[in-house]
């Protein structure tokens, strides 16, 4: 995909993106993140947020949880951890018994469970030390404040966290109010988050009554498994370069914005209205 070149002075949040055009706006060189006296727009935009170094930074406690938990389970400790960006419980826990040569003679539906389980209750149990040990990522608040108030936006989770897991993160951070959760994917449904990201959809048309089409369907996240997820699950996607993927891995990974992180609340707000459809179709 081409990509516009960077600027020297664009500083952190940038946003690079090939197409892209600045929206016209009353006064010259300003761009409103949100109309407060916009006319009320029946929801037809859905905007899915992925967690984890997307918008907070928890891998101590979950690491920690993890361990926990993953002993209880196999009896095992667990010295190698699978690469998490991206992934969902199930995929990371099947991949840990085979790194730490962990077996079980339950079967997978069987071990899998008892492990979601246990690292629902040892997350639970370690639930303070979120806002001690972890931390909100810069522009976080505000950008999911400003994406709330967008013109028929519905703001919504997609996540390969447990649904207890995700909601205890949230509202550690007072961040739970700003989604509907009941539509959201998560780990927890036991596929890869391409199916989640559709399972998703349909929730979320059942509930609001408007199909959610490509075009009024954006994915934020921070890995490139992310970006292909949105591609599989039928969404356009920003990425966030605030995890483990780097801007140029999120541009090869196909996404259809980038962003340095989410310090620039505006061009959040622009890269949504540029990746969807403002107004309803009829």
């Not at 995909?1 to 600045?22: C, E, I, N, Y």
């Not at 339950?106 to 979120?130: C, I, M, N, P, Q």
């Not at 891995?249 to 540029?274: C, F, K, P, Q």
Request: charged content about 20%; aromatic content about 6%; proline content about 5%.
């Amino acid at each position: 995909m081409a990509v516009l070149p960077r600027s020297a002075d664009a500083g952190p949040g940038a946003l690079q993106t090939s197409g892209w055009r600045p929206r016209r706006t009353a006064s010259a060189g300003s761009c409103p993140a949100t109309r407060r006296s916009a006319p009320e727009v029946p929801i037809h935009r859905l905007v899915l947020w992925n967690i984890d170094l997307t918008l907070v930074d928890v891998g101590r406690v979950t690491r920690a949880a993890y361990a926990d938990a993953f002993r209880k389970v196999t009896g095992r400790p667990l010295v190698r951890l699978p690469q998490m960006a991206g992934r969902t419980e199930s995929e990371i826990f099947f991949e840990a018994l085979a790194l730490n040569q962990a077996d079980s003679p339950a079967t997978g539906e069987e071990v899998l469970g008892r492990f979601a389980a246990e690292l629902t209750s040892a997350f639970h149990a370690r639930r303070d030390l979120l806002t001690e040990q972890g931390r909100l990522l810069p522009g976080a608040r505000a950008a999911v404040t400003e994406v709330r108030g967008l013109p028929g936006v519905v703001q919504t989770l997609l996540t390969g966290a447990l649904k207890p897991n995700a909601i205890e993160k949230l509202e550690a951070f007072a961040l739970a109010g700003f989604f509907d959760t009941e539509i959201g994917g998560y780990g927890s449904e036991g596929f890869p988050k391409g199916a989640l990201l559709l399972n998703a959809r349909t929730r979320a048309a059942e509930k609001y009554g408007v199909e959610f089409a490509e075009d009024a369907t954006v994915y934020i996240a921070d890995s490139g498994r992310d970006v292909a997820a949105a591609r599989m699950g039928g969404a356009r996607s920003v990425g966030v370069a605030s995890g483990r993927s780097s801007a140029s891995e999120l541009r090869a990974a196909g996404a259809d914005v980038v962003l340095a992180d989410l310090s620039d609340t505006a061009n959040v707000v622009r890269a949504i209205n540029w990746l969807t459809t403002s107004v309803p179709t009829p």
